[in-house]
């Protein structure tokens, strides 16, 4: 899965990394990733010194609450997923475990601590458009997951919008396109 040696967290930890060497630069980042995928394992190698790597699983609410506070975490930005299509339809549990499960141990990290909270979703929560279709998505665009993916990350987006409903907490979602770049399929 994802987390912070993923496809998409390691380019955004390559522009922290950049960023926290610029003089007047972005504070330290830190990183967490539960080495799940052997795809992925050498990833923390790329991580430089200004990323504080931790390894663990997004779903353990106690080690995540304890990090925050070890580190003084303001803001966390949740990358972490099960995200292969293909893999979905093999390991369905395993996509609900991380993808909704693991949102809701953040959500309840959050709740407890009050850091705010970034949610990575998915455009293809809102289902698919044709090439040529003149209609766009927006956020106010009906959820139409089309395979165990998409699903569970609607699932999580439905859990964060709970959590603002219910508790006023501090979290937003951006629904990302389809992403490709360098160690997206290592």
């Known amino acids: 899965p994802g987390g912070g040696a993923g496809f998409l967290s390691g380019a955004e930890l390559s522009l922290r990394e950049f960023l926290c060497s610029t003089p007047g630069g972005a504070r330290r980042s830190r990183s967490l990733n539960a080495l799940i995928d052997p795809h992925f394992n050498a990833q923390p190698g790329r991580v430089k010194d200004s990323i504080a790597f931790r390894q663990g699983d997004v779903c353990d609410t106690a080690f995540v609450s304890a990090l ?102 501090p979290v937003t979602i951006s629904h990302c396109s389809n992403n490709y770049g360098p160690h997206q399929h290592p």
């Open 68 to 169: 925050v506070e070890e580190l003084g975490i303001e803001v966390i930005v949740h990358f972490a997923a099960e995200s292969h299509n293909d893999n979905a339809y093999l390991f369905p549990s395993r996509f609900a475990h991380t993808n909704v499960m693991g949102t809701v141990s953040l959500l309840e990290v959050v709740r407890s601590t009050g850091v705010r909270l970034h949610h990575v979703s998915t455009d293809e929560v809102y289902g698919q458009l044709a090439l040529d279709d003149t209609e766009a998505f927006t956020p106010d665009t009906p959820y139409r997951p089309r395979n165990y993916y998409s699903a569970s990350k609607a699932g999580a987006d439905h859990f964060v919008r709970a959590a603002w409903t219910q508790f006023q907490l």
